[in-house]
């Protein structure tokens, strides 16, 4: 089996682009999807989390306050790092036991992760498929998904890979800045190229 790593900046349409995937047949893994899975009350992580910043990182329902967490850890690069040595080796395994289904009919499964370049992630994938907008185009979609800020939007794009770093490392390009039927035919165009490679 082998595995396609699926990223891109923040708000250029991964969910987006892993849906026509999907549409085509192909089973995928969100590592967002898995890495809010991992803090989910009850579990390990979000007792360690917890314990380190304080019952007040939790909503009344004893679930993780997103929110709350992403101001401070983007405020604060020791925090974020704390952070992100408590998860990824927990995101990392998660991922690792999704992306092996038993009885799957296509050659390839997608990884879907917006810090698969920065993390050891890319590890675990045989090709990297970017999906790549504009900077200003990151900041308008974030802002209307998130209700985040301007400024807190490009607090988080700065902490990601830099675009051209990200473009150079990819073995594909999607151009999601585009119309929808014109994005649909790139990711069947690719999907048929990787079906060839793969099989």
Do not use: C
């Not at 891109?8 to 549409?23: C, E, H």
């Not at 899975?37 to 910043?53: D, K, M, Q, W, Y």
């Not at 080796?89 to 370049?117: A, F, G, K």
């Amino acid at each position: 089996m082998q595995i396609v790593g699926l990223t891109g900046g923040i708000g250029s349409g991964k969910s987006t682009v892993a849906r026509l995937f999907g549409d085509l047949g192909v089973h995928w893994v969100d590592a967002d999807d898995v890495a809010r899975e991992v803090v989910e009350p009850g579990t390990p992580a979000l007792a360690r989390i917890a314990e380190h910043f304080g019952e007040g990182i939790l909503t009344a329902e004893g679930a993780l306050d997103r929110g709350q967490l992403r101001t401070i850890v983007f405020q604060e690069p020791e925090e974020r790092a704390w952070l992100e040595s408590l998860l990824h080796p927990i995101i990392r395994e998660e991922l690792i036991r999704q992306l092996h289904p038993d009885n799957y009919q296509l050659p390839y499964v997608l990884l879907v992760s917006p810090l698969l370049l920065e993390t050891d992630q890319h590890e675990l994938v045989d090709r990297i498929v970017v999906i790549d907008v504009p900077t200003d185009v990151q900041i308008e979609r974030t802002m209307a998904r998130d209700t985040n800020s301007q400024e807190q939007v490009e607090r988080i794009i700065a902490a990601q890979m830099p675009r051209e770093q990200r473009l150079a490392r990819a073995d594909a390009i999607i151009d999601n800045n585009r119309p929808l039927d014109e994005v649909a035919r790139q990711v069947r165009e690719l999907h048929e190229r990787l079906l060839v490679d793969f099989g």
